[in-house]
């Protein structure tokens, strides 16, 4: 006869996703996902071992049993953050079809969604740039290389078709709309209008950012208020 307390076909059926080695991601995700939150906060080195293991509710010697070390933590964060980043690469390659302003609408949808799933991404990706560690910021270099390539690429058809300003260095303008989106993604949870909700002011700022790149970068962009169009003449010819 089997013992009550040993394991037979029938309770391996009834053992919920923490066992086996799904109880082992978990603790590791939730380690990410506060080592980020804190380092978004407070930037990395202002942070130890055992900030995030109180965040997680772990203890340190738990938590080292996942990532060795600090510096170990610090390189999985920035792992997950372009290994998010090149998951929605993908996405946004299918956003670049169709007329410049129905792509500019659908690049900065997808590019909303990579930071909406990922609250805390910009924020961390602006204070590793700032922070200035070399090797973290290599790191976040080759991993949006190939968005950097995609957009500057995306720019020089444009200009080839009439629709992007010719006198746009593509490199250049790539960085200026990143910068742009990122420091407004990382702003965007603490800043505020006094009488406006927090919903409708991200709709706002959001909207406003987006004419802000449209009329940069489409030559069809209407002049602002008391603005006289551009002559075609004034505009530099690509080689």
Known sequence: MRRKDSPGAGDVKTRGPRSGKAAAVEPRERILQEATRLIAQRGFGAISVNDVAQAVGISKQAL??????????HEAVIASLVEHANRHLLLL???FTGKGEERLERVMAQ?????????????????????????????LSQGVAPWL?????????????????????PEAAVAHVGTLLLTTFALLPLEGWPGVSDAEWRERWLGEVVRIIERYLFTHASPAPGEAPRPASSRRQTK
Do not use: N, W
Not at 112 to 138: M, S, Y
Not at 155 to 162: K, N, S, T, V
């Open 64 to 73: 080292l049993y996942h990532y060795p070390s600090r510096e170990a933590l």
């Open 93 to 95: 390659l299918g956003a």
């Open 111 to 139: 590019i909303r969604q990579f930071f909406d799933t990922d609250p805390h991404a910009a924020r961390v990706i602006l204070r590793e740039l700032l922070d200035g560690d070399r090797a973290q910021v290599a790191r």
């Open 149 to 169: 390539r995609l957009m500057a690429d995306t720019l020089r058809q444009g200009q080839q078709e009439g629709r992007i300003r010719l006198e746009l260095d």
